[in-house]
């Protein structure tokens, strides 16, 4: 049974003037979209036809006369910005995180070229082909750049509080005290949470763990919006919160100013595998299960081939000056092999530049029982490790230790991106679900080293590893590579 609404005691705070940071930073990518586009398509058409009144010709059994370029170039620059409007690629559903931006902004410019070409095809209009290959992926690309421009300022507005959305949680105090941890650790994803309506509705007292005040009941919601100054209602899991009662939180939004989220109890799930399919009117969320098709395998085995070839084929100089630097700077190989478990719980031979002393693995003992990091049972971790050589803490600050690996990669038995290469012996601690990790080849680079590498607790390690392995995306192996340049050339050590 549902209790009856409670008062809320800030009842006295002015409610909140509506934020138009979402129309005002729409408004700024519009029109540095249109001054992007101006620039590249002009830029294109002066670059292949000079500064001269150049003319789109007609075929003769056409109705149309020739007309000049600079106003088919006028009309190309006011329908790729009509293209880019209609698949809402300035929605701040996409905005500031995730590739969805992108990718609305590469499917509108595709389109229009592909409508371009076929109205040119019906018409029997001979647009310069070279005209048009120069325009498009010189303006997808440019545009690219001028929205991650955009989207590192909003990054740094939305780490100092600002340009993101007020957020009022509704469900049980466990589940809203997870989401709010959540959404606190990536401010950049624009939600920042004001409070909270619990089925306890303990007024004037805070979600435990959080400094997020409870403004009342589930009931309260109306009111706690007020309070507030919410924008936006996330509602999480609560048997205390029928699906009528989401529906009524969802009739009492403002259209276009306030919005509902739901946050299901499913997590670390993305991408193509999450499918939302109406059902007697219920919006049922379908989650596959992950699969690997020989086709993705072949992709990312390409993928890492070619890759690392040229990898080695570029860095070759650099090998060779830290083998050498290895060589005379300590006793002992140059480089060290050590048993990890791979695809399938295979084991293979790992090789990395030694960085540390010969008996570095006889001293491990020792150092496991002098020190272990809290909340870490199965992953050994030392930031001043007294095996490691001169040489090797100046390698291992930048990875460069790991270069080796690249080699691996050409062998097969490693990838560029993927799980953190385990020892055997922590695969034995391993729980039943952990080893859903083996369906992918472990990589040199993965979410575990761009996340806090060496300083992640067990449990985030195994999340990113899992989250990898079940959303795994060439895109996405981009993105992590991108990133891992970033995280090496940042004073740390990795996770080893």
Same mark, same amino acid.
């Given at each position: 049974?549902?209790?009856?609404?409670?008062s809320?005691? &800030?009842?006295?705070?002015?409610?909140?003037?509506?934020?138009?940071?979402?129309?005002?930073?729409?408004?700024? /990518?519009?029109i540095?979209?249109?001054?992007?586009?101006i620039?590249?398509?002009?830029?294109?058409?002066?670059?292949?036809?000079?500064?001269?009144?150049?003319?789109?010709?007609?075929?003769?059994? &056409?109705?149309?006369?020739?007309?000049?370029?600079?106003?088919f170039?006028?009309?190309?620059v006011?329908?790729?910005?009509?293209?880019?409007s209609?698949?809402?690629?300035?929605?701040?559903?996409?905005?500031?995180?995730?590739?969805?931006?992108?990718?609305?902004?590469?499917?509108?410019?595709?389109?229009?070229?592909?409508i371009?070409?076929?109205?040119?095809?019906?018409?029997?209009? $001979?647009?310069?082909?070279?005209?048009?290959?120069?325009?498009?992926?010189?303006?997808?690309?440019?545009?690219?750049?001028?929205?991650?421009?955009?989207?590192?300022?909003?990054?740094?507005?939305r780490?100092?509080?600002?340009?993101?959305?007020?957020?009022?949680?509704?469900?049980?105090?466990?589940?809203?005290?997870?989401?709010?941890?959540?959404?606190?650790?990536?401010?950049?994803?624009?939600?920042?949470?004001?409070?909270?309506?619990?089925?306890?509705?303990?007024v004037?007292?805070?979600i435990?763990?959080?400094? /997020?005040?409870?403004?009342?009941?589930?009931?309260?919601?109306?009111?706690?919006?007020?309070?507030t100054?919410?924008?936006?209602?996330?509602?999480?899991?609560?048997d205390?919160?029928?699906?009528?009662?989401?529906?009524?939180?969802?009739?009492?939004?403002?259209?276009?100013?306030?919005?509902?989220?739901?946050?299901?109890?499913?997590?670390?799930i993305?991408?193509?595998?999450?499918?939302?399919?109406?059902?007697?009117?219920?919006?049922? /969320?379908?989650?596959?299960?992950?699969?690997?098709?020989?086709?993705?395998?072949v992709?990312?085995?390409?993928v890492?081939?070619?890759?690392?070839?040229?990898?080695?084929?570029?860095?070759?100089?650099?090998?060779?000056f830290?083998?050498?630097?290895?060589?005379?700077?300590?006793?002992?190989?140059?480089?060290?092999?050590?048993?990890?478990v791979?695809?399938?719980?295979?084991?293979?031979?790992?090789?990395?530049?030694?960085?540390?002393?010969?008996?570095?693995?006889?001293?491990?003992? $020792?150092l496991?029982?002098?020190?272990?990091?809290?909340?870490?049972?199965v992953?050994?971790?030392?930031?001043d490790?007294?095996?490691?050589?001169? /040489?090797?803490?100046?390698?291992?600050?930048?990875?460069?230790d790991?270069?080796?690996?690249?080699?691996?990669?050409?062998?097969?038995?490693?990838?560029?991106?993927?799980?953190?290469?385990p020892?055997?012996?922590?695969?034995?601690?391993?729980?039943d679900?952990?080893?859903r990790?083996f369906?992918?080849?472990?990589?040199?680079?993965?979410?575990?080293?761009? &996340?806090?590498?060496?300083?992640?607790?067990?449990?985030?390690?195994?999340?990113? $590893?899992?989250s990898?392995?079940?959303?795994w995306?060439?895109?996405?192996?981009?993105?992590?590579?991108?990133?891992?340049?970033?995280?090496?050339?940042?004073?740390?050590?990795?996770?080893?």
């Amino acid at each position: 049974m549902v209790s009856a609404p409670s008062s809320i005691s &800030s009842s006295t705070r002015v409610p909140r003037a509506p934020d138009r940071w979402r129309q005002r930073y729409a408004r700024r /990518i519009w029109i540095s979209d249109l001054l992007v586009l101006i620039w590249v398509v002009y830029g294109t058409q002066i670059a292949w036809f000079g500064l001269g009144n150049a003319q789109v010709s007609i075929r003769e059994d &056409s109705r149309l006369s020739d007309f000049s370029y600079w106003l088919f170039s006028g009309g190309l620059v006011l329908g790729w910005m009509w293209v880019l409007s209609l698949i809402d690629s300035r929605s701040e559903r996409v905005i500031g995180n995730g590739n969805a931006e992108y990718k609305r902004v590469l499917d509108a410019s595709v389109r229009l070229f592909g409508i371009v070409a076929i109205i040119a095809f019906l018409l029997r209009v $001979d647009v310069a082909r070279g005209f048009l290959l120069i325009s498009l992926p010189m303006g997808v690309l440019i545009l690219f750049v001028e929205r991650w421009l955009w989207r590192q300022w909003l990054i740094s507005q939305r780490l100092r509080g600002r340009y993101s959305a007020r957020v009022l949680l509704v469900g049980s105090e466990s589940t809203v005290a997870h989401l709010a941890r959540e959404l606190q650790r990536t401010p950049s994803a624009g939600y920042r949470v004001v409070g909270a309506c619990v089925p306890s509705g303990k007024v004037a007292s805070t979600i435990e763990g959080t400094e /997020i005040p409870i403004m009342g009941n589930v009931n309260a919601v109306d009111r706690a919006l007020i309070a507030t100054g919410a924008d936006t209602v996330a509602v999480t899991s609560t048997d205390e919160l029928p699906p009528d009662k989401v529906k009524q939180i969802s009739w009492g939004l403002e259209a276009g100013k306030q919005h509902l989220v739901l946050a299901p109890s499913i997590i670390d799930i993305a991408g193509p595998r999450i499918q939302t399919r109406p059902v007697s009117g219920l919006p049922l /969320i379908h989650v596959e299960t992950p699969r690997f098709s020989r086709g993705q395998r072949v992709v990312k085995r390409t993928v890492d081939l070619i890759a690392s070839l040229l990898g080695v084929i570029v860095i070759s100089p650099a090998l060779a000056f830290l083998a050498i630097s290895v060589r005379l700077s300590s006793d002992g190989p140059v480089f060290f092999r050590q048993t990890r478990v791979g695809l399938g719980g295979k084991e293979f031979s790992m090789i990395k530049f030694r960085s540390m002393v010969t008996n570095a693995e006889e001293l491990l003992a $020792d150092l496991e029982k002098q020190q272990r990091d809290a909340g870490n049972e199965v992953l050994f971790k030392m930031k001043d490790d007294p095996r490691v050589t001169p /040489i090797g803490r100046v390698m291992r600050k930048f990875s460069l230790d790991e270069l080796p690996q690249l080699f691996n990669v050409i062998g097969g038995s490693m990838s560029l991106v993927g799980p953190r290469p385990p020892l055997p012996k922590e695969v034995a601690l391993y729980a039943d679900h952990v080893h859903r990790r083996f369906l992918a080849k472990p990589g040199i680079t993965g979410l575990w080293q761009v &996340s806090g590498r060496s300083t992640l607790s067990w449990e985030d390690s195994v999340r990113l $590893d899992l989250s990898y392995v079940e959303n795994w995306s060439l895109v996405g192996d981009v993105v992590i590579l991108g990133k891992t340049a970033k995280a090496a050339l940042a004073p740390g050590e990795t996770a080893h």
